[in-house]
C-alpha cells in the first residue's frame, strides 16, 4: 500500500545538516513557497544535470519568493566530490546528504525497477547533454540506481504540499514552467486540493 503523501498535506517538518554543516530546519523556511527536492546519488549525470539546473534557476525561483533545499542520497564527500568540485556554477541553495534515506522514507521517495527503468528510458536525451554537453559522466554508484526523483513545493506559512512529482525531471524547462504556475495559482486563489 502506497504511503505517498498528497496536495494540501503539511509537509513532514525536518532538521539536518547540510553538507557545510549548517543546521537546515524546514521551518525556518515558512516565509517563502520551498522546493524540497530529493534526487539519486551524486555520482548520477541526471543528477547531477538536475543540480546545475536547480542552480541556474535559483535566481528566478528566489524572485519568486521560493527556496531551495535538496536531499541527495550519498555521503558529503561523496557529494563534495561530484558536485561541488565539478560544477561550474555552485549550488547556493541547501544540499543535505542523505545516505541512510531517511528522509526520502519520511517523504515516500523510494526506488522502484518499473518507475526508475521508465524514467531513465524518458530522460535519455537529458542524460546525452548530462555527459557530452556538461561533462557529468556516471561515478560512483552509491544510492538506488532505480530510485525516480521527486519534488514537493510548499506554500508560505502552513507549509502545506502545493505541488507534488513523484517522477521529476528537473533537466527540462517544462518541470520549472509548472513549478512557476503552482507558485502563481497559489498566490491568486490559495490551496486548491
Given at each position: 500500500m502506497s504511503s505517498h503523501l498528497t496536495v494540501g498535506q503539511k509537509a513532514p517538518q525536518f532538521t539536518r545538516l547540510d553538507t557545510s554543516g549548517r543546521s537546515i530546519a524546514l521551518s525556518d523556511y515558512s516565509k517563502s513557497f520551498v522546493l524540497v527536492a530529493f534526487l539519486r546519488y551524486s555520482g548520477c549525470p541526471w543528477c547531477n544535470l538536475a543540480v546545475h539546473r536547480l542552480a541556474m534557476e535559483y535566481p528566478l525561483l528566489k524572485e519568486s519568493k521560493c527556496e531551495v533545499i535538496t536531499f541527495i542520497q550519498s555521503s558529503k564527500e561523496s557529494i563534495q566530490e561530484?558536485?561541488?568540485?565539478?560544477?561550474?556554477?555552485?549550488?547556493?541553495?541547501?544540499?543535505?546528504?542523505?545516505?541512510?534515506?531517511?528522509?526520502?522514507?519520511?517523504?515516500?521517495?523510494?526506488?522502484?525497477?518499473?518507475?526508475?527503468?521508465?524514467?531513465?528510458?524518458?530522460?535519455?536525451?537529458?542524460?546525452?547533454?548530462?555527459?557530452?554537453?556538461?561533462?557529468?559522466?556516471?561515478?560512483?554508484?552509491?544510492?538506488?540506481?532505480?530510485?525516480?526523483?521527486?519534488?514537493?513545493?510548499?506554500?508560505?506559512?502552513?507549509?502545506?504540499?502545493?505541488?507534488?512529482?513523484?517522477?521529476?525531471?528537473?533537466?527540462?524547462?517544462?518541470?520549472f514552467t509548472n513549478i512557476y504556475d503552482a507558485i502563481s495559482s497559489y498566490n491568486l486563489y490559495g490551496l486548491n486540493t
Open positions: 561530484n558536485i561541488f568540485d565539478r560544477h561550474n556554477v555552485t549550488p547556493l541553495f541547501p544540499i543535505i546528504a542523505d545516505a541512510s534515506m531517511e528522509m526520502y522514507a519520511v517523504y515516500d521517495v523510494t526506488g522502484s525497477a518499473i518507475r526508475g527503468l521508465r524514467h531513465h528510458i524518458k530522460n535519455i536525451p537529458s542524460w546525452v547533454k548530462a555527459v557530452s554537453k556538461e561533462g557529468f559522466a556516471q561515478t560512483s554508484i552509491d544510492g538506488h540506481f532505480f530510485l525516480a526523483p521527486a519534488t514537493f513545493l510548499l506554500s508560505p506559512g502552513e507549509q502545506q504540499i502545493i505541488r507534488i512529482d513523484y517522477d521529476a525531471d528537473l533537466y527540462k524547462h517544462e518541470s
